[in-house]
């Protein structure tokens, strides 16, 4: 089966770094999305990796390693605005979207 | 850059009641639109995948004579919520796709049902 792991919920502090990491098995791989959820709003779209590497957008940051089927995403200077939940999913050979369940990610003062 | 609409943000009404959403892509015209259902903290569910100009694809265990879906053009799909019930009460979310598969889906505000 198909299948996306990422931690539940994670606490940091404002100013800090955090990291999310996700791990995938699925049937084939075209590619990783991030996506930031704020309770009670739709997802909007943070980052997409296709190849290996880190992939840096101002304050946040996604990496990828293929052959460890692994991404991480990586936000720096944390916001209380930052507080969200923050999904991944992959797009698997047959180009379907599989999402994680989600991080709810809380930054504490 | 992309942006979707999605109406009403919010209905509440009776068990028995047939509710319609509309998600219309605004700047773009989207082939393909999602739609997804998302129960209190937990990840959003794929409910049906909508092509313009042909039938919706349902994800199993989605019934579709519950939840009819119509992508009648490039953009605008509705999904109708047959006969709801308060096990119908979710929060139902569309997103559409400019191009290919690989390019992110933008997400409309969605929709609260709440059935009583």
New interface residues.
Partial sequence: GQNIDQPTEMTATEGAIVQINCTYQTSGFNGLFWYQQHAGEAPTFLSYNVLDGLEEKGRFSSFLSRSKGYSYLLLKELQMKDSASYLCAVLDSNYQLIWGAGTKLIIKP | GAVVS?HPSWVICKSGTSVKIECRSLDFQATTMFWYRQFPK???M?MATSNEGSKATYEQGVEKDKFLINHASLTLSTLTVTSAHPEDSS?Y?C?ARVGR??Q???????T?LSIL
Avoid: A, K, M, Y
Avoid at chain 2, 104 to 110: L, N, S, T
């Fill in positions: 999605q937990q990840s959003l794929l929060f979310i997103s598969e690989v992110p889906q933008h997400f409309g505000d969605g609260r």
